[in-house]
Every structure is written in structure tokens, then in C-alpha cells.
């Protein structure tokens, strides 16, 4: 899959599916908290409740972390992209509870395909 560049589009639809696909409840066991996703001018949710997943369109009635950034999401998922990195750059701007970035990160990892594999 090629990196995501700027004149790309990006629909809720594709990031409700992404996370919905990514989502995985054993790095989430005892997780309970919501994520609101600022990606450019699109905003989803995330809802995990101690292993499962609850995503919707739009802003999160009091969100425990808020998340502002761009395609960079992608390389962040991916550990292309450390936090503190995305920080750093600001690429990755947060709102709330900081400690909750990391376990976002892991539930929705992206695990990279390995050289060779069919695409």
C-alpha cells in the first residue's frame, strides 16, 4: 500500500471501517475510554469498553483523549512514526488524558505486511 499524500481523500466511512478492521481487543482488555479522531476536517469516535469497540461519526460527548492530525495517523499505527515524534512535529496534537495515546496505538496497530507477501 502506498503512503497517503496530501491531494488524497479521506471519508468517514474509510476511517469508521479502518478502525473497526484494525480494532484488536486483546491489547484492550481492561481498556474503558473515548477517543474522538480529528483527521483534517473529518471527526470520528471510539468507544472501547474493556475490549470491544463502539465507532460513530462525529464529535464524542466528553472525550477522555481528542486527537488532531493529518495522514500521519497511518505512520503513527504503524510505528513509523513514534509519538513522540508526531508530538514533536506536531503532526499529532492531543486534548486530554495523554496516558490513553499509547493504549490507542496498540489497539489499533497497524502490523506491517511482510516482504513478499501478496498485496
Known sequence: ??????EDTLNTDSVLLGLRALFRPAAAPGLTAGYELRIR???VHALIHEG????GEGPLEDPDLVLE?????RAL????LSVDEALESGKL????DRDLL????????ITPTPAGAAS
Request: hydrophobic letters at 40%.
Open 52 to 55: 470491544t469497540l463502539q465507532a
Open 41 to 43: 476536517e473529518l471527526v
Open 1 to 6: 500500500m502506498r503512503e497517503p499524500r496530501d
Open 93 to 96: 496534537r492531543l486534548v486530554g
Open 77 to 80: 499505527l504503524t510505528g513509523e
Open 102 to 109: 499509547e493504549p490507542f496505538v496498540e489497539t489499533f496497530r
Open 69 to 73: 492530525t493529518d495522514f500521519s495517523l
